[in-house]
Protein backbone atom coordinates (compact mmCIF):
# COMPACT_ATOMS: atom_id res chain seq x y z
CA UNK A 1 0.00 0.00 0.00
CA UNK A 2 0.90 3.48 -0.93
CA UNK A 3 0.38 6.01 2.18
CA UNK A 4 0.15 9.89 1.10
CA UNK A 5 0.78 12.18 4.46
CA UNK A 6 -0.92 15.36 4.23
CA UNK A 7 0.38 17.98 6.45
CA UNK A 8 -0.06 21.69 5.12
CA UNK A 9 -2.55 24.07 4.46
CA UNK A 10 -4.94 23.49 1.72
CA UNK A 11 -3.39 26.35 -0.49
CA UNK A 12 -0.12 25.29 0.05
CA UNK A 13 1.34 23.87 -3.30
CA UNK A 14 1.76 20.63 -1.80
CA UNK A 15 -2.06 19.76 -0.98
CA UNK A 16 -3.19 20.27 -4.82
CA UNK A 17 -0.15 18.32 -5.78
CA UNK A 18 -1.08 15.19 -3.32
CA UNK A 19 -4.91 15.30 -4.29
CA UNK A 20 -3.78 15.06 -7.75
CA UNK A 21 -1.66 11.70 -6.68
CA UNK A 22 -4.02 10.30 -4.44
CA UNK A 23 -6.83 10.96 -7.52
CA UNK A 24 -4.51 9.26 -10.08
CA UNK A 25 -3.75 6.40 -7.65
CA UNK A 26 -7.13 5.59 -6.65
CA UNK A 27 -7.87 5.68 -10.61
CA UNK A 28 -5.64 2.93 -11.51
CA UNK A 29 -6.62 0.74 -8.37
CA UNK A 30 -3.80 1.46 -6.20
CA UNK A 31 -4.23 -0.10 -3.09
CA UNK A 32 -3.57 3.46 -1.17
CA UNK A 33 -4.17 5.39 1.69
CA UNK A 34 -4.35 9.51 3.00
CA UNK A 35 -3.30 10.21 6.20
CA UNK A 36 -3.80 14.05 7.54
CA UNK A 37 -1.76 14.92 10.20
CA UNK A 38 -1.85 18.82 11.57
CA UNK A 39 -1.99 21.92 9.34
CA UNK A 40 -3.34 18.96 6.95
CA UNK A 41 -6.28 18.43 8.74
CA UNK A 42 -7.59 21.83 7.25
CA UNK A 43 -7.21 20.36 3.58
CA UNK A 44 -10.86 17.97 4.82
CA UNK A 45 -12.37 20.96 5.36
CA UNK A 46 -14.67 22.47 2.82
CA UNK A 47 -13.78 26.42 2.62
CA UNK A 48 -17.02 29.06 3.27
CA UNK A 49 -17.15 32.03 1.14
CA UNK A 50 -13.41 31.31 -0.93
CA UNK A 51 -12.43 29.11 -3.88
CA UNK A 52 -11.72 25.62 -2.86
CA UNK A 53 -8.91 24.34 -4.80
CA UNK A 54 -9.11 20.78 -2.85
CA UNK A 55 -12.90 20.38 -4.01
CA UNK A 56 -12.11 16.95 -6.14
CA UNK A 57 -11.63 15.25 -2.89
CA UNK A 58 -15.12 14.73 -2.44
CA UNK A 59 -15.00 12.68 -5.41
CA UNK A 60 -13.16 9.92 -3.50
CA UNK A 61 -15.69 8.72 -1.21
CA UNK A 62 -18.99 9.03 -3.74
CA UNK A 63 -17.54 8.01 -7.26
CA UNK A 64 -14.08 5.40 -6.53
CA UNK A 65 -15.53 4.48 -2.61
CA UNK A 66 -12.25 5.40 -1.26
CA UNK A 67 -12.61 5.24 2.65
CA UNK A 68 -8.73 5.06 3.96
CA UNK A 69 -8.72 8.93 5.49
CA UNK A 70 -6.89 9.00 7.98
CA UNK A 71 -6.19 11.38 10.74
CA UNK A 72 -5.12 11.59 14.66
CA UNK A 73 -7.67 13.27 17.72
CA UNK A 74 -4.43 15.60 18.06
CA UNK A 75 -4.78 16.91 14.85
CA UNK A 76 -8.15 17.56 15.10
CA UNK A 77 -8.40 18.72 19.02
CA UNK A 78 -5.27 21.24 17.85
CA UNK A 79 -7.21 22.97 15.22
CA UNK A 80 -10.59 23.27 17.28
CA UNK A 81 -12.17 20.57 14.87
CA UNK A 82 -14.48 17.44 15.28
CA UNK A 83 -15.08 15.22 12.68
CA UNK A 84 -18.59 17.00 11.77
CA UNK A 85 -16.19 19.81 10.36
CA UNK A 86 -14.86 16.91 7.70
CA UNK A 87 -15.67 16.70 4.08
CA UNK A 88 -15.27 13.39 4.01
CA UNK A 89 -15.36 10.25 6.63
CA UNK A 90 -12.79 10.12 8.29
CA UNK A 91 -11.01 6.94 10.33
CA UNK A 92 -9.31 8.16 13.63
CA UNK A 93 -5.76 6.49 14.78
CA UNK A 94 -4.35 6.49 17.78
CA UNK A 95 -0.25 7.42 17.80
CA UNK A 96 0.35 3.51 17.87
CA UNK A 97 -2.32 2.80 14.77
CA UNK A 98 -0.23 6.03 12.69
CA UNK A 99 3.16 4.01 13.18
CA UNK A 100 1.74 0.37 12.17
CA UNK A 101 -0.15 2.39 9.44
CA UNK A 102 3.18 4.34 7.98
CA UNK A 103 5.88 1.09 9.22
CA UNK A 104 4.24 -2.26 8.72
CA UNK A 105 1.28 -1.23 6.59
CA UNK A 106 2.51 0.76 3.83
CA UNK A 107 5.24 -0.45 1.50
CA UNK A 108 5.59 3.32 0.48
CA UNK A 109 5.00 6.55 2.03
CA UNK A 110 4.88 10.05 0.57
CA UNK A 111 4.96 13.24 2.15
CA UNK A 112 3.23 16.18 0.72
CA UNK A 113 4.60 19.05 3.04
CA UNK A 114 6.94 18.76 6.28
CA UNK A 115 8.36 15.14 6.91
CA UNK A 116 6.12 14.25 10.18
CA UNK A 117 6.94 14.24 13.45
CA UNK A 118 7.83 10.99 14.85
CA UNK A 119 5.23 9.33 17.21
CA UNK A 120 6.25 8.02 20.46
Sequence with gaps: MITLIF???PHH???RHGLDMLLMLVTLEQPSSALF????IWQLVEPVNQPDPLKKIGLLP???EFERFYTTQDSLTNAGLSENHLRV???ILSASEVDALLHRDSKHRISFGREPQQHN
Design 7 to 9: NER
Design 13 to 15: PSA
Design 37 to 40: VGEG
Design 62 to 64: NLF
Design 89 to 91: PVT
